[in-house]
């Protein structure tokens, strides 16, 4: 059994020179059959220069949105375990394939179902957290000299015998987990060839980072960098596995995630954004202890991931505003629902022409004057700023929806992280 518990050689060296790799393919990397064809070539040129290689793929294409469609137009409501039961398919199917794609290159492979591959979770459907691996079956196919393929993105409770899924993007987890559990190095191929300074579909010159720290990837998930999900940072934190962002469709170096301390830290690092955040205003909260504590206990109870909060006093009454991931609203909902049984009826409102643009950097801490920049610089566009939050190495602003490109585009530029003439975003090196 392994649970766990960091690898002692917590900076594992590239693939080439440790024993097994652990390579995530995401859903575009796997989205038609010659990609599947392609992901199988890589799977299998890393068999061959010696490593054990386990691969882990998303579903492929836009396999996940078309399943959660299907379940919408079924049952207004899906239940979460049969919605888990469909969604983890999804990278079933491209999982079988890529095996078979790689037994017609010559090799061996053999791909498993999260379950057989001893993913263990929480019994939480549709965001379960993995609890630890026991990869028996994949320790043994791997002995085998076989490929493995595990199906990312979900798991099995012993609680309830059942199939869970990790939340979106989750493929990331178990490609990090399992690295962890195997002490393996672990590669996360995407169709972009790493993290950059900001999102590059909304700024042509973001510069792509050649490392960065967990810290600052942590908080640039969590504030709407989609490249790495958040719990897989989390993970690689927790357990010391450097992790290597790169490209599917190339050889280049790709960014490390990795503990950076001691290095100079740069004041800002990138810009993010997210622009599916849900803003609830509730207004008329009893103005007394244990009313916030009351209304984030069901919040949590329902298992939303709350991102900024913010509580005034107006008369003798409470305003509270908070945001949540649009996939959040329907818990919220009910959350919010429980809390008026205890503290009387409150009013509620939802405001979703919202999106969130946020600055991270390690440096941020010991730099005055960073927020005020911040400001000036939506100022200057035009940008009205709705609500504030920050951390110690981050600053968000929830902002107009429609604003989020010119707003990430204009602090990228004004914190000058644009790209040289010879790191310019998505060229080889
Ligand atoms: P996959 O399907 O391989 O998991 P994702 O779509 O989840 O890939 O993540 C890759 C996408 O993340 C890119 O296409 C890019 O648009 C987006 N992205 C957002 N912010 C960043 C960033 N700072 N650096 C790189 N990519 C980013
Ligand atoms: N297929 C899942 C999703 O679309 C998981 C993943 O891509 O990692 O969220
Ligand atoms: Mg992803």
Redesign the pocket.
């Known amino acids: 059994m392994r649970d766990l518990t960091p690898p002692s050689d917590t900076h594992a060296a590239p693939a080439a020179q440790t024993d097994t790799v652990v390579m995530k393919?995401?859903?575009?990397?796997v989205a038609d059959p010659d990609k599947i064809r392609h992901v199988a070539r890589r799977l299998v040129e890393a068999r061959e220069r010696g490593a054990r290689v386990v691969g882990t793929v998303?579903a492929m294409g836009h396999t996940t949105d078309t399943l959660l469609e299907l379940a919408a137009s079924v049952s207004p409501n899906p239940h979460p375990r049969e919605l888990d039961m469909l969604l983890s398919t999804g990278e079933r199917i491209a999982c079988a394939l890529v095996a078979m794609a790689i037994h017609d290159l010559g090799h061996e492979a053999v791909s498993f179902t999260g379950s057989q591959a001893g993913i263990i979770t929480d019994p939480v459907h549709t965001k379960a957290k993995i609890r630890e691996i026991t990869p028996v079956r994949v320790l043994d196919a791997l002995d085998r000299g076989k490929i493995v393929l595990v199906a990312g993105f979900q798991g099995f409770s012993r609680d309830t015998m059942d199939v869970t899924t990790l939340g979106r993007?989750g493929?990331?987890a178990t490609a990090v987990a399992l690295a962890a559990a195997l002490g393996a190095s672990c590669e996360i191929?995407?169709?972009?060839p790493?993290?950059?300074?900001?999102?590059?579909?909304i700024v042509p010159d973001?510069r792509k980072l050649p490392e960065i720290s967990y810290e600052e990837m942590l908080e640039?998930a969590a504030s709407?960098?989609?490249?790495l999900m958040l719990r897989a940072v989390e993970l690689a934190r927790g357990h010391s596995v450097p992790v290597h962002a790169r490209s599917t469709f190339s050889d280049e170096e790709g960014t490390w995630v990795r503990d950076t301390a001691g290095m100079e830290q740069p004041i800002v690092s990138?810009v993010?954004h997210a622009e599916d955040e849900i803003l609830f205003h509730l207004r008329g909260v009893p103005d007394r202890p244990g009313a916030a504590a009351t209304i984030f206990d069901a919040v949590a109870a329902e298992h939303v991931n709350v991102d900024t909060i913010l509580q005034n006093v107006v008369g003798n009454a409470a305003e509270v505003s908070f945001s949540v991931p649009e996939d959040d609203v329907r818990a919220t909902r009910r959350a919010l629902e429980r809390a008026q049984e205890t503290l009387g009826a409150f009013e509620t409102e939802e405001i979703s022409d919202l999106g969130k643009v946020s600055i991270v950097g390690a440096g941020m801490r010991s730099h005055p004057g960073v927020a005020a920049r911040m400001f000036r610089t939506l100022a200057d566009e035009g940008i009205n700023i709705r609500l504030i939050s920050t951390s110690p190495i981050k600053i968000s602003c929830l902002i107009s929806r429609a604003a989020v490109p010119a707003a990430v585009r204009a602090l990228h530029a004004a914190f000058d992280l644009g790209a040289t003439d010879t790191h310019r975003a998505g060229d080889s090196e």
């Open positions: 393919f995401g859903g575009s990397s998303s993007g493929t990331d191929y995407s169709d972009v790493g993290v950059f300074t900001a999102d590059p579909r973001a640039m709407g960098a989609k490249v990138a993010t």
